[in-house]
């Protein structure tokens, strides 16, 4: 299998037509995909925002326009979509002087990229033919397909791959070879079904229709049935918890996840999920892909991308030795590609789902701060926190924001605190903690706690006034951040599509005089939580309810002294007339539906479609509307006339 190829063009009208009529030209020998916003007539194209789409896909040749800003997840991700011997050809149209924009040009100017400057149509690029051999399976996916073949009850088979080595294709056979020889007791999971289409691809050739054996994680769950052998492909993507109560479902476990880049992490992988499943019982085989099979082994093209953006980067356990906190920026960082590498490779190691746009950003934002915990013998990296800079509102957009009409960008923390309705306490700029990191061989110790009171420290001495952070709800992680003197403020109710999980939005104040406005929207939340919960997150389990109330009385009696008649009628105002989200009003409709039960019939569609759960689909129905935004359209109308009938 040949090598691929990249060719760097310099975008202007000229090179913009030779790689369109190249691209043309070499449609004829093969699939060929242009990815950028303006795309030429007569060629398969798709936006940078749609890359993804194309995931399952071969090409065999490529055009990425390059323009501001940079799609560099959308270049990452169709790269592995070219096959062997095909050629990249990137239309250069960036500019600025940023850390990242400095990587990136050097990037494009190292000895292997071919520049073609100014293109000229006797100086196109070439496109190797990809020659066509008989299929084969790899050495390590014969030793994989022997382990998945003598699965046994109590068994786990861990298969971790790198994009491009058939981690699909192989799961596909075991399964599709499985359900042919009549075992139609396997069932398939994923983070997503879109996920799954290369593997169901390649079991659709020994069996129709194998997607009747995917289910969902949450359906699973719901379900709680025990099963016999059940395969989650990327397995990374999801809690170390919910991987558990997966597992503990079935008899035979397959596990596959995607190493490097940004779909998962093999390190993290190994040293987080691999000894819990120890933990609960399994006999874990750890089998790894690592010859590719779209293109050559050393491909210039993956070793490039892998470099440009740490695809690869891993920590390395320190040393025991004397630590020394350290403050510093992403632009310093790229000038020390050492520490920038142990920083990329510890957040893959705790689980974060790191993109590539994330560490042009890091590195070009003046506004992110990170805190680095080193060894102070030898610089080792033992943990590290991201900061994100976040200014405050004024009072005008703030209360845009409570209405639901506006949601600037770059400013999380100091809008979640402007829909809680503290237009004051949305005023005062925020330290949003995106990432926080202990290296695994050190945790338990204490270094987690040392690290955020460095950055409160360092926040009040700024003038910080509020610091918080937004995570994946769990009852653990909510008693970490709760412990370290952190409230729960808000809880989000669209699962994230990764790990199935609700976000969670946590708050400190760093300056005396707030906290008495913080701990009246920290008590609101609590007394709001009974009834809100039931409605829109139902499932929720018994753990995560005591750990949000604490020592407060479950039906919130001790925060009914927080409760303004005059407040609540200005909510349900702005959830009937303007755009305040149901999730944010909803309590205050309660309340004011209690005060006054309605007696006609408005009121009382409006107070009969609030009862827990709330369940959409069925309210559409009845309603006789479309979907989740017809029936809050609906129940918007309903309480603007019950409040007209109330003369309000």
Known sequence: ?????????????????????????????????????????????????????????EVQALVFEAGQPLAVDALVTVAGLLLGGGTLVILDGTGGDGAFARRWQAALAEPWVRTVEP????????????????????????????????????????????????????????????????????????????????????ARHWTPAPERYYRAPDVLLEQAEPLDTLIIDEAASMPVERLLQLARLARRLVLATTTGGFEGSGQGFRLRVLPALEGAGFRVRLQTLDTPVRWAPGDPLEDWLNRLFLLEAASRPPV????????????????TPQTLEAVMGLLADAHYRTRPSDLARWLDDAGVHLLLLEGAADGALFGVVLIQEEGGLERALAEAVWSGERRPQGHFLPCTVAARGDFDLAGEGAWRIQRIAVHPHWQGLGLGGRLLRAVEDRAGAKGVALIGASFGLQPVLLHLWQRAGYGLVRVGIQPDAASGQVSGVVLRATAPRLQPRLQ???????????????RFLPDTTAAMVSEVLGDQDAEGDCCLSLVDPVADLKEVRAFSQRARPLEWALPALLRQLAVAPPDEPEGQLLEASLAQPIDWDRLARELEVSGRRGVTRRLRRAARNWLEARSL
């Open 1 to 57: 299998m040949q090598a691929r190829t990249l060719y760097r063009l310099t975008t202007d009208a000229a090179a913009c037509q030779v790689a369109a009529n190249w691209l043309r030209a070499a449609a004829v020998e093969g699939p060929v995909l242009w990815v950028g916003r303006s795309p030429p007539d007569g060629v398969p194209h798709v936006a940078p925002a749609q890359a993804g789409h194309w995931l399952g896909h």
């Open 119 to 202: 293109p000229s149509a006797d100086r196109r690029p070439g496109i190797m033919p990809r020659a066509a051999g008989p299929f084969a399976w790899t050495p390590d996916q014969a030793v994989a397909l022997g382990h998945l073949a003598g699965l046994a009850p109590g068994e786990c088979v861990a298969l971790t791959a790198p994009r491009g080595r058939g981690k699909s294709t192989l799961l596909g056979e075991f399964l599709g070879t499985a359900l042919q020889r009549g075992e139609s007791t396997i069932t398939l999971t994923a983070p997503g079904p879109r996920a799954v289409d290369a593997l169901l691809a390649r």
């Open 320 to 335: 025991s030795q004397a630590v020394r906190l350290r403050w510093s920026t992403g632009a310093a960082l790229a000038d």
């Open 520 to 534: 009246q929207a920290l008590a609101a939340f609590r007394r709001d939580w009974p009834v809100w919960h039931p």
